[in-house]
């Protein structure tokens, strides 16, 4: 344990030894190093530890592939996983240094897009606090997600060179990369015995070099690994001799090709682009990963591979690894002689499928074509896996024939990823109850009839450590005060507030935190955008990723409402609200950044209007990433969960806002009805159509929006604000928006859920005005919080898939 003095001591040496200068002279970049060098060396050695007690308890592992880890800053969350925050914060602050000035000299990994990225690291962040053996499997993209900056409305995408500067958490391990081949020729040989042998020719090959992050564990000295890889050019290929030009020609382009592999970061999310460098990335982690598992399972256990799946499992995070599949079958055939039935059994008995999402248009299908050329081996075997999935419909199931198309691996000259991965895997999760039962009786019902026991809902959560005891740390002192420490080792103690919920003292100090958090957020507002807000306003928060399905939309709707009444009627007694917006649009999703562009001229006309004062403001925070999200998410009061029910498979962050103490306004969609069923209807808003009427209105052709146009002057109104340039100028207008609503029939329900959505936040008005009952639905929330931090997920899913028990 570190005093400040020694801690101080140890600093003072760092800063000697590896940047030649004091404290005093020190930089915030030379002391955010020197802390971090700090931090490293304390784990390491429990890093090597970890490793060496795994390989002697000889226990089940698990790894989480997935091609994204939105890791964001770690400085913060291993200095508290590490017992050193505290210790490290005050010495800052003991030598006349800002810790957050320091801390924030990290640049955010923003390895992932969004929900499903960040889920993935807060999946780690629990594995290791719960003492799993776990292993996280990504890329190192040398661009993360893209750098949002707004001109004139506008977004703009930067790229985002976050490794310009030193990472100091990787570890490279050039001993351990490995080769990854594509393209070439297969060969087929016939054995003495008759079995196929497959060799290959002419393959490219590109290097795979791991850079390992370590993953602390709170306070258990537990250190697992994040393992990226990064492609590079093998060092054997860079002399090569061409023989032919157009060898040599092949080989440049090879060349060039390979460093993109690892380049960037794709920046859709929920929306997949058939990109053959996608495909490249997935088979290149797929395969390196695989490589990477069979040879730490060999130099582990004494067992032969045989038995992969009673030591190993693999979950992949949606479908974008699943080339596991056909990778591991090749493997195990191609490499270590297995036949096609025992390498199938271990196959199908290691890998895990976990689902993020209904939309069609996330749902990726590749071309035959591109697959059979980049991967012809992989898609030889891919074609087997579907010819004999499809005959054993065909013979075993004969009442589902008729359905074999709508389930094929293989159809229409596209190979079905989603198809893949659940036909060659042992589970099918998905993430909140609404979620499962969609996928089992709608969207996968033919793969939920044939194997029902493969299905199972495991509903997502976040690490509370990072989501509210580093972030909100004046409203962790609150809840330890009044329910003591446990609820940091185990959540679901948060419940042992809800004795406090008519204690005013108790409830008193929550408001005050909240007001705290408020103005600290109001600070960083005044300082990003020259608005001051209201600090007493509501802060109503809508902050992830821009989507129609999000309905963005319907919060500037309301607000644009809000506008007109005030104008319509100065005197109208209102509680002053502060509009929160942070969203990144896909660089080529048109109506969504239509969507920022126009919440950006509503804002200016809102804010700058002397007849609205500070009743409305309307602000959007530029580059939502998850250091934004930690500053914003602990002053939220309002969370706007308002998806079209069904759509949202989860939704996490309704759960890290709830655990700050902010209330709900949602629909009936992803893990917001769990929300709702732990709180109760008095302790959130909920609104709208539910997911049964949705997809009946879908099922029927829709419903009609001209009619509510027609029919509500208050909708009429607004449309026709857009329509006719009220919010932007000659040439800035949201006629698109307009025409897309009224002549695409809303797809996703917007005016339909206007009344209703307006009407709930009349009701938020006034419960907000009742300010002890409000705080008493702010401590219930934070009570019931815990069901959704990632431990009671990992727990689930280690005890229900994965089979794994903690290490001693
Ligand atoms: C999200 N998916 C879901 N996808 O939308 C959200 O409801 C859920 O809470 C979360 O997963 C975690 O389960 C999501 O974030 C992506 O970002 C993909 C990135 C790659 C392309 C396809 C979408």
Not at 167 to 177: D, G, N, Q, S
Not at 394 to 402: G, M, S, V
Not at 656 to 680: C, F, P, Q, S, Y
């Amino acid at each position: 344990m570190y005093t400040i003095k020694t801690f101080q001591q140890l600093l003072t040496d760092k800063l000697a030894k590896h940047q030649g200068t004091t404290v005093e002279e020190a930089s915030d970049k030379d002391l955010y190093y020197a802390v971090a060098s700090i931090v490293k060396e304390e784990m390491n050695e429990n890093w090597l530890k970890t490793r060496q007690k795994y390989k002697e308890q000889d226990e089940r592992q698990v790894y989480y592939i997935s091609m994204e880890f939105l890791i964001g800053r770690l400085m913060e969350s291993n200095l508290l996983n590490c017992g050193m925050l505290d210790v490290c914060t005050d010495t800052l602050k003991s030598l006349g240094r800002d810790p957050e000035a320091v801390y924030n000299q990290e640049h955010d990994a923003a390895l992932g897009n969004g929900g499903l990225g960040r889920l993935a690291a807060c999946f780690l962040d629990s594995i290791a606090s719960l003492r799993y053996a776990g292993h996280g499997s990504g890329i190192r993209y040398r661009y993360g997600l893209f750098e949002q900056r707004i001109i004139h409305g506008n977004q703009v995408e930067l790229p985002d060179y976050w490794l310009k500067e030193d990472y100091p958490w990787e570890t490279r391990k050039p001993e351990e990369a490995l080769k990854v081949q594509f393209g070439g020729e297969v060969h087929t040989h016939r054995r003495f015995d008759g079995s196929l042998e497959f060799s290959y020719n002419d393959v490219d090959i590109v290097r795979a070099v791991p850079y390992d992050v370590q993953v602390a564990g709170y306070d258990n000295d537990v250190v697992n690994t994040l393992r990226l890889w990064s492609a590079e050019l093998p060092p054997e290929d860079s002399s090569i001799l061409a023989d032919s030009e157009s060898k040599y020609y092949h080989h440049l382009d090879h060349m060039h090709s390979i460093e993109q592999i690892s380049g960037f970061l794709y920046p859709d999310d929920s929306h997949y682009e058939g990109k053959e460098l996608r495909i490249k990335q997935q088979y290149f982690l797929v395969s390196a990963t695989l490589q990477n598992i069979i040879r730490e399972y060999k130099e582990r256990h004494r067992a032969p591979l045989h038995k992969l799946h009673e030591k190993i499992v693999i979950q992949i995070n949606d479908t974008h690894p699943s080339l596991a599949v056909p990778e591991l079958m090749r493997i195990l055939m191609d490499d270590e002689g297995f036949s096609w039935e025992e390498a199938w059994e271990v196959t199908t008995q290691t890998i895990a499928y976990t689902n993020h999402t209904t939309l069609s248009e996330a749902l990726e299908k590749w071309p035959v074509d591109m697959i059979k050329n980049l991967l012809p081996r992989v898609f030889m075997i891919i074609y087997e896996i579907n010819e004999r999935f499809c005959k054993g419909i065909w013979f075993d199931h004969p009442e589902l024939r008729d359905r074999i198309p709508e389930v094929a691996v293989i159809a229409h000259d596209q190979v079905h990823m989603a198809h893949l991965a659940i036909v060659g895997s042992f589970s099918v999760n998905g993430v909140a109850k609404l979620h499962t039962e969609i996928l089992k009786n709608k969207e996968m019902k033919p793969f939920y009839d044939l194997f029902p026991e493969k299905f199972n809902n495991k509903t997502n959560g976040i690490t509370h450590r990072r989501w509210l005891l580093q972030v909100n740390p004046k409203l962790s002192d609150v809840i330890t005060e009044a329910i003591g420490p446990q609820w940091i080792k185990q959540p679901s103690k948060l419940i042992g507030l809800m004795r406090y919920s008519n204690d005013q003292p108790f409830l008193d100090k929550i408001s005050s935190v909240k007001q705290h958090n408020k103005l600290v957020l109001a600070q960083l507002i005044k300082e990003r955008t020259g608005i001051t807000v209201n600090e007493n306003s509501i802060f109503d928060v809508q902050i992830k990723r821009l989507h129609e399905y999000k309905r963005q939309l319907l919060n500037i709707f309301h607000v644009i409402y809000l506008y007109n009444e005030l104008k319509d009627n100065p005197a109208l007694d209102l509680t002053p609200r502060t509009f929160i917006f942070a969203a990144k649009a896909a660089p080529s999703y048109h109506m969504a950044k239509e969507v920022i562009k126009l919440i950006h001229h509503v804002a200016s006309v809102v804010n700058n209007d002397k007849d609205i004062g500070d009743k409305l403001k309307v602000i959007f925070l530029e580059n939502y990433n998850v250091s934004l999200a930690e500053k914003i998410i602990p002053a939220a009061e309002l969370s706007e969960q308002i998806s079209t029910a069904s759509k949202e498979a989860s939704g996490t962050g309704n759960m890290k806002m709830m655990m700050n103490g902010a209330i709900t306004v949602g629909t009936l969609d992803g893990a917001n009805i769990e929300i709702r069923d732990l709180v109760g209807d008095p302790n959130i808003f909920i609104f709208g159509l539910n997911s049964e009427e949705v997809l009946d209105y879908y099922a029927h052709g829709g419903y009609n929006a001209k009619g509510i146009y027609h029919t509500d002057e208050r909708v009429r109104k607004i449309m026709d604000q857009l329509n006719g340039g009220e919010f932007g100028s000659q040439e800035i207008e949201f006629k698109d928006i307009f025409y897309h609503i009224l002549y695409n029939n809303d797809p996703y329900f917007v005016l339909k859920d206007f009344d209703p959505y307006i009407e709930t936040h009349e009701l938020i008005e006034r419960s907000y005005r009742n300010q002890k009952a409000w705080q008493k639905m702010s401590v219930a929330n934070i009570a019931y919080s815990g069901k959704f931090s990632s431990d009671r997920t990992i727990h689930e899913y280690a005890s229900d898939i994965w089979k794994l028990k903690p290490l001693k």
